[in-house]
């Protein structure tokens, strides 16, 4: 009897199919970099900061742009809060997502 008339070898290569099938159905690019698949990410609540450096005082400030549910709605505070402070901004800003949870105001952070 050779191995591919061999109960064995369906057995095997079903197996096989399944696990892969397992595994490409688990893989999450978001778990790569958190405890949340994307799709809790997009329903998740966000706490926005926003950071930039103003023309007057010169030192980098950091400050709470508001609370939004889902990653795109944070990305969007922050760029309408850069827009705001055009006028004041002397260098880049830039933004942080804090993923709020029952035990923190920033469990993760995203952007």
Do not use: I
């Amino acid at each position: 009897m050779t191995f591919v008339t061999s109960w064995r070898f369906p057995v095997a290569l079903a197996l096989a199919v399944s696990l892969l099938a397992v595994q490409g159905c688990s893989t999450d690019e978001c778990r790569k970099y958190s405890d949340y698949s994307c799709e809790q990410l997009k329903r998740q609540t966000f706490n926005v900061y926003y950071y930039d450096v103003p023309k007057d005082a010169g030192e980098e400030r950091n400050l709470f742009a508001g609370q939004v549910v889902g990653l795109e709605a944070c990305g969007m505070a922050a760029s309408s809060m850069a827009t705001v402070m055009e006028e004041r901004r002397e260098g880049p800003w830039s933004y942080v997502c804090c993923l709020k949870t029952d035990e923190s105001g920033c469990a993760e952070k995203h952007r």
